[in-house]
Nanobody, 115 residues
Framework: QVQLVESGGGLVQPGGSLRLSCAAS????????MGWYRQAPGKQRELVAT???????NYADSVKGRFTISIDNVKNTLYLQMNSLKPEDTAVYYC?????????WGQGTQVTVSS
């Protein structure tokens, strides 16, 4: 069992930056895949970025070159650095820990990109 708590969301202007954090209740270095997902109003939840226990990163095409996923195994925290934000990045962002057969989600943090 692992609890995930996201933070760092907020309102930012287009072109701005935010860093999301996901604090885990226990060590996460052995979890198979950690990731960030997002869900915009009226849309399905979609993958943003993932990182495996071996350090392999994967990004959605829409965020490549702008977002960076990272993990601090000492602090048991997952991060998402978001730069050059666009209005279409507006969504609730969720942290996920995929440790098959177990799958854990945070409660989400709202990111709004608007002038």
């Amino acid at each position: 069992q692992v609890q995930l708590v996201e933070s760092g969301g907020g309102l930012v202007q287009p072109g701005g930056s935010l860093r999301l954090s996901c604090a885990a209740s226990r060590t996460i270095f052995s979890i198979n895949v950690m990731g960030w997902y997002r869900q915009a109003p009226g849309k399905q939840r979609e993958l943003v970025a993932t990182i495996t226990s071996g350090g392999r990163r994967n990004y959605a095409d829409s965020v490549k070159g702008r977002f960076t996923i990272s993990i601090d195994n000492v602090k048991n925290t997952l991060y998402l650095q978001m730069n050059s934000l666009k209005p279409e990045d507006t969504a609730v962002y969720y942290c996920n820990a995929d440790n098959w057969p177990h799958d854990y989600w945070g409660q989400g943090t709202q990111v709004t990109v608007s002038s």
